[in-house]
Nanobody
Framework: QVQLVESGGGLVQPGGSLRLSCAAS????????MCWYRQAPGNQRALVAT???????NYADSVKGRFTVSRDNSKNTVYLQMDDLKPEDTAVYYC????????????WGRGTQVTVSS
């Protein structure tokens, strides 16, 4: 069994910054890709950023230049540094990872709330 646990959400003013973390635990052989998604009220869950085990990244157009995804493979942890936050970034942020254990897992965290408001 594997699990993902997010942390770092909260309330921030427009223009502010937050850093989210997501740690994977369990019997883990490798994590080829880790992702961040977000879901705002009334909207579908949307991909925000991805990072491979080799460090290749991709971002949604809406966050390019403001968000940075990174990972520490030794800690099985992925981060999302969010700068210049806007009210439209308000959402529940979810961590997702493809985890190779004794079998492959498409694992999801429970989410962490990010609210951008003055």
């Amino acid at each position: 069994q594997v699990q993902l646990v997010e942390s770092g959400g909260g309330l921030v003013q427009p223009g502010g910054s937050l850093r989210l973390s997501c740690a994977a635990s369990g019997t883990i052989f490798s994590i080829p890709i880790m992702c961040w998604y977000r879901q705002a009220p009334g909207n579908q869950r949307a991909l925000v950023a991805t990072i491979t085990s080799g460090g290749s990244t991709n971002y949604a157009d809406s966050v390019k230049g403001r968000f940075t995804v990174s990972r520490d493979n030794s800690k099985n942890t992925v981060y999302l540094q969010m700068d210049d936050l806007k009210p439209e970034d308000t959402a529940v942020y979810y961590c997702n990872a493809l985890i190779q254990s004794y079998r492959p897992y498409d694992a999801w965290g429970r989410g962490t709330q990010v609210t951008v408001s003055s």
